[in-house]
């Protein structure tokens, strides 16, 4: 596998302060790792999947990045109410105009993509959360399409498989937005009790309302390397207590060690032990699937919630 890449000009990795960026580098070309400060060439980076080659440190990424690191083939993703809207309930202040700020940063209308897609030749129904828009809040967009994803999988018999990276509920919709923690964790109970599988992931933050829903019922719960993982915020629980407390207290490895995580998964590796887990709860692959279909090879390109 690696004499592909041995023909190929090697990038250098510049150390942090051991080499001034030159002045003809375009912007942009380069990035520091938070962590460990070293300057990465930024199609390296994006090549290793947003992960530091030093330290392993995960870049943030987006919704669109991440469907294309875990579908089989991302072209047939079939994506699901993309349209929906949120409107504003309360008249929040600026609401709006953020909405349509992080729409142009984002391409999304909201905090998620749902769909159906094949990871591992396993059809799944798949949610992903963009931290880009709003923080990745959950307001009655985000619960919507949450809970219409795991029913069309209820309908299809399908496993879902969500990524959350959320700072939690959204508070421009109030009390609308609470209610999506409801909605959303009664639709994983009726998928749940028909006997599918739900696999969490949680990506850096996976916090308050969406950590207190949905994210924390997976009957696998993955979280990324170095991810925050915890329901209320550390000022919160050090005005509660009244002690500071540890500041690895919100790490997924600390919420690991406290039995509430099964796995931790750096990214280079998500996909592979998704592919694992559907094969080992005995989720349909494609083949099994398509078994008795007059075109076994026919692609699920047109119905989203074709008969599987
Ligand atoms: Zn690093």
Not at 114 to 119: C, L, P, R
Not at 284 to 303: M, S, W
Request: charged share 25%; net charge neutral.
């Amino acid at each position: 596998m690696r004499n592909i890449f041995r023909g190929r000009p090697k990038y250098v990795t510049v150390k942090a302060g051991t080499a001034p960026l030159k002045k003809d580098v375009p912007d942009g070309w380069w990035v520091q790792c938070q962590q460990c400060k070293t300057v990465l060439y930024r199609k390296d980076l994006e090549r290793n999947l947003g992960i530091c080659e030093k330290c392993r440190y995960h870049f943030p990424m987006s919704a669109r990045e991440r469907l294309r690191m875990l579908l089989d083939d991302p072209e047939a993703f079939v994506e699901t109410d993309a349209d929906l809207v949120p409107g504003n309930p309360l008249q929040f202040p600026e609401y709006e105009a953020k909405k349509e700020r992080d729409l142009k940063k984002t391409g999304l209308r909201d905090a998620i993509i749902t769909g159906s897609g094949v990871i591992e030749q396993h059809p799944v129904v798949l949610a992903i959360m963009e931290f880009g828009f709003l923080g990745g809040s959950m307001g009655s967009v985000v619960g919507e399409k949450l809970a219409r994803a795991f029913d069309m999988a209820l309908d299809g018999r399908l496993p879902v498989v969500v990524v959350s990276s959320s700072g939690g509920a959204r508070m421009q919709e109030g009390i609308i937005s609470l209610m999506q923690m409801q909605k959303t964790a009664a639709a994983v109970e009726r998928h749940s009790r028909a006997g599918l599988l739900y696999i969490s992931v949680l990506a850096n933050p996976t916090t308050a309302g969406v950590w207190g829903s949905f994210a924390s019922q997976g009957d696998v719960v993955i979280a990324e390397p170095g991810a925050t993982v915890g329901f209320a915020g550390r000022q919160v629980i050090e005005a509660a207590v009244g002690k500071r407390v540890p500041p690895d207290l919100q790490t997924a490895e600390t919420v690991f060690q406290n039995g509430f995580i099964d796995l931790i998964v750096p990214r280079d590796q998500l996909k592979g032990v998704i592919g694992q887990l559907l094969r080992l709860y005995g989720c349909p692959a494609r083949k099994e699937a398509a078994a008795g279909a007059p075109e076994p090879e026919a692609k699920t390109d047109k119905e989203p919630e074709a008969d599987k």
